[in-house]
């Protein structure tokens, strides 16, 4: 009787250990929002703390007078390397151009006090790249209890290096639970002379971003934001506000 009491204690303690794990193992939405996964505009700085996720976002840019559609999947291949895919609108050229990256966490902030990947994309379309552009991002973030600060570099080309651009981007924001609000920014310019055949109709400048909020809802979040929006082209710039709304998942 002992010992049938000890066989059902030990399965039964089996069973709570593989509960345990597969809970450990279910991808948990608010770990990815807090991670700045679904950001519209900034690359997280962190890879890896979901198997994979992916978001849609649909809006209007009034300095452009057009709409901005976006779209973005992403695996974790392997420990802190990661797999991503994107496909933008372009408002310049009126088509989606799509991405393919690789991503690898190099710095953990629990060991370094810092959290920082770098991502290596290909585009069919540049910022001012019309005939392909590499891409190379380096994302740096830091989490203060509740509060999240992520910050990139960004540097393309074309694979000729006739046309060459910068960005810089920003997102902070406060996280409670399931509930996100902060800021999302970007800026971005070519560099130099740009000697591309399409780079007199292409911006040399814009930037974008505003107020942000967030919220999980079980595997699903939703996110929105809105803000103003500048951008030049030959010499002439134009202003306007730029509104957006996306749903994403973890997997």
């Known amino acids: 009787m002992g010992l049938g009491c000890l066989g059902a204690s030990v399965v039964s303690s089996g069973g709570l250990v593989r509960a345990a794990d597969v809970g450990q193992e279910a991808p948990s939405a608010e770990a990815a929002l807090a991670d700045g996964a679904f950001s519209a505009l900034t690359l997280p700085a962190r890879v890896g703390s979901t198997r994979a996720f992916a978001w849609g976002l649909a809006g209007y840019d009034s300095s452009r007078k057009g709409p901005l559609l976006d779209s973005t999947a992403e695996v974790q291949l392997w420990g802190p390397i990661a797999l991503r895919g994107s496909a933008t609108y372009s408002n310049d050229t009126r088509r989606m151009r799509p991405s393919v990256a690789a991503r690898g966490q190099f710095l953990h902030q629990s060991a370094h006090a810092l959290d920082a990947s770098l991502t290596v994309f290909y585009k069919a379309e540049g910022f001012t790249e019309s005939e392909g552009e590499i891409e190379t991002a380096l994302s740096v973030g830091r989490t203060f209890e509740r509060l999240t600060l992520i910050g990139n570099l960004v540097y ?12 810089l981007r920003l997102s902070l924001f406060h996280q409670r639970g ?49 803000g103003p929006s500048v951008f030049r082209l030959a010499g002439v710039n134009a202003a306007g506000m730029e509104a957006l709304g996306g749903v994403g998942s973890v997997f």
Not at 156 to 167: I, K
Not at 186 to 205: H, N, W
């Open 178 to 226: 399931g509930i996100s609000f902060g800021l999302d920014a970007r800026a971005r310019m070519a560099i130099g002379p740009q000697q591309g055949k399409a780079s007199a109709v292409e911006p040399t400048f814009d930037a974008m971003g505003g107020a942000t909020a967030a919220a999980a809802l079980g595997p699903l979040v939703l996110f929105a934001e809105v």
């Open 156 to 167: 393309g080309q074309d694979p000729e290096g006739n046309e060459r651009d910068g960005e």
